[in-house]
């Protein structure tokens, strides 16, 4: 079976060209095709995502993408619904539901999360093998939650961020620290640096929140607005050199990876999972993947950890194809009809 999926939930506008065959142990994966186009270089003005902008740009950008593949042969149509940006949601389902219709095609509405969830779970174009039950730590610039899997496709939210997400974090403290959209990986270049230039004299001391809340949930909110004070304490930006505002960053992602390995533990405790794996663009993070897999592997060592490769953390539409042939193989999911409506607040567990 091939899918042709759109994504628009964000910045990010893709279409991929996907097929997809059931195996014995569960499903392989080709990718025929795929284009991804991101706009952050003109979000980067505002230090983040402006709605507007990107639902302009996703309707210029899809239909010279789709030139690429308006001759191509596939079953089906799948695209986002939901969560995102509504205004960039829309622009994609509009889009899918008017090759849908024109072709006579079957179209699914597909949930970013768990196609953020199924890819991460693909090795190699496979997912075979895979232990139920399953523990997904989702971690992206607008989700940070901890989602069960017991039963393919039925998922339960056992944590989850009360406030901001973790990548909002990063790109919030960035932008304090006037570094370029997004943040994130700008962040982690300078931690980077400064771990291997031994910057460990240092002023910083950042909080690491709920760490002993009892609970799987999260909170980045207080953290941000500690770095905001610290920085504003230290006299500014301005006054700092580059080694300490190397140091900073290497602080806060110090905390937040301290707060996502210290909650996964306790997620862990409390599920008994058998598979582990990561999914959203900070799974990205070199130095977070690091921590959570010494984690797994010197306390959890019966627990089956799944990394996702690079390449798929980001926002794309091969995920969204993937999710939505993994569910079409499986008969769990049946056809959309022409009210389907983007969900800014799509839940996973919905």
């Not at 794309?316 to 607040?345: C, F, H, P, W, Y």
Request: charged share 20%; proline share 5%; glycine share 8%.
């Amino acid at each position: 079976m091939r899918i042709l999926a759109f994504e628009t939930s964000c910045d990010e506008t893709g279409i991929a060209l996907v097929e997809g065959t059931k195996t014995p142990g569960g499903f392989l994966f080709e990718t025929h095709k795929a284009a991804l186009l991101s706009q952050a270089h003109l979000h980067a003005p505002y230090g983040g995502v402006y709605p507007t902008l990107a639902k302009r740009e996703h309707e210029k950008n899809l239909p010279i993408l789709f030139k690429d593949f308006e001759h191509e042969t596939y079953n089906a149509i799948a695209v986002t619904q939901g969560p995102g940006l509504e205004p960039a949601l829309w622009q994609g389902i509009e889009f899918a539901k008017k090759v849908a219709t024109e072709r006579g095609l079957p179209l699914f509405g597909i949930n970013h999360m768990e196609a953020h969830l199924i890819s991460s779970l693909v090795q190699e174009g496979r997912l075979e093998h895979t232990t139920l039950p399953i523990l997904a730590l989702l971690i992206s610039g607008g989700h940070t939650e901890f989602v069960l899997m017991k039963e393919w496709f039925q998922y339960e939210v056992v944590g989850k961020t009360l406030d901001d997400a973790v990548g909002e974090c990063f790109d919030k403290v960035a932008r304090m620290l006037g570094l370029p959209y997004p943040g994130g990986p700008e962040i982690s270049k300078l931690a980077t640096q400064a771990r291997e230039t031994g910057l460990k004299d240092h002023p910083w001391q950042l909080p690491r929140p709920m760490l002993n809340s009892g609970t799987c949930d999260f909170s980045f909110s207080g953290l941000k607005t500690a770095a905001l004070y610290a920085l504003r304490d230290a006299g500014g930006i301005q006054t700092l050199s580059a080694d300490k505002i190397a140091a900073f960053a290497a602080e806060l992602e110090d905390a937040i990876a301290e707060v996502l390995v210290s909650k996964t533990r306790k997620a862990l405790w409390d599920t008994e999972i058998k598979t582990f794996v990561i999914g959203g663009g900070v799974a990205a993070n070199k130095y977070i993947r690091e921590k959570l897999e010494a984690l797994i592997k010197d306390e959890f060592p019966n627990v089956e950890l799944r990394l996702p490769q690079l390449s798929i953390t980001g926002d794309n539409a091969i995920m969204i194809a993937q999710a939505a042939l993994a569910r079409a193989l499986s008969g769990k999911d049946n056809a959309a009809d022409e009210t389907l409506a983007a969900v800014g607040n799509l839940s996973i567990a919905s």
